[in-house]
């Protein structure tokens, strides 16, 4: 499904955190969103997620504004926080089944079940997924995230930071995955990021956001095209600090 930002403004007191943010992200697409510390990143996922709305503009997923989807956008828009918060003492599998209770996904224990299962393979998680979260690297935790953004087979999945924290074989697993997901299920991938060599591997486009405005939008080589350092050279010269810097 097709994400529509138009128009987008939010302020918060005397802070525009969206200034008119306008962009599209094509059904099937992988799109990195990059911007400094306090660029609005993580206000537009919260206004896509449908936890906050627009002061103005509209934001529409499949054509369908967010603010109208109600409870049913919980299954087309699947979200990876940056931080899932698990609860400590359960395993991967009771921890998917709550996500899936509490959510009302699967038309039967069975059908949950086997969601569940089909959710953990495609993540990689194997055998660890009757372990105790706990005893997880944080690469298998986020991985485990993503599973739980996966149980309802979203058309959309918004990645805040996904590879926050993690070390290269982290990085290159979860990239794996993500890859993995786009072949099986065509999903729509918008992906909030600072890692910016990650974002010109897996994104097909990228949107440079600085102080609530997209000033810059392209696949990463027309982006880094004028730059010796690629995407990172165009970053720091479009953007040149950030507020929250
Ligand atoms: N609830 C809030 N109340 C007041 N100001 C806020 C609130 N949420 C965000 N802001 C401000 O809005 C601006 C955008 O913040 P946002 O968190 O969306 O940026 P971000 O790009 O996600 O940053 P980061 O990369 O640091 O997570 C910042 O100046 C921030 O301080």
Do not use: Q
């Not at 510390?37 to 709305?53: C, E, Q, V, Y």
């Not at 967010?66 to 009771?94: K, M, N, Q, S, Y």
């Not at 995407?231 to 950030?242: D, H, I």
Request: proline share 4%.
């Amino acid at each position: 499904m097709r994400i529509d930002i138009t128009n987008v403004h939010r302020r918060y007191d005397d802070v525009a955190a969206l200034d008119g943010v306008d962009f599209t992200v094509e059904s099937g697409e992988a799109y990195g969103l990059v911007g400094t510390n306090g660029a609005g990143k993580s206000t537009l996922f919260g206004l896509i997620a449908g936890h906050d709305r627009p002061d103005e503009g509209a934001i529409t997923v499949g054509d369908r504004d967010v603010r109208e989807l109600g409870w049913r956008i919980r299954e087309a828009i699947g979200v990876l926080p940056e931080d899932p918060g698990f609860p400590p003492g359960e395993t991967g599998r009771e921890t998917l089944a709550f996500h899936a209770d509490v959510r009302g996904i699967g038309a039967s224990p069975e059908d949950a079940a086997e969601r569940i299962a089909g959710a953990a393979a495609t993540v990689g998680l194997g055998d660890a997924i009757d372990r105790p979260i706990d005893g997880y690297s944080k690469g298998m935790r986020r991985r485990l995230g993503l599973a739980a953004a996966l149980l309802a087979n979203p058309s959309v999945l918004l990645l805040d930071e996904p590879t926050a924290g993690l070390d290269p074989n982290g990085v290159a697993a979860l990239r794996e995955v993500l890859t993995r997901v786009r072949e099986e299920t065509g999903v729509t991938i918008l992906m909030a990021t600072h890692a910016l060599r990650e974002a010109e591997r897996v994104c097909d486009r990228v949107g440079v956001l600085d102080d609530g405005r997209l000033v810059a939008e392209g696949t990463p080589d027309e982006l880094g095209a004028d730059h010796e350092d690629g995407l990172e050279g165009a970053f720091v010269s479009l953007t040149g600090g950030g507020r929250d810097a």
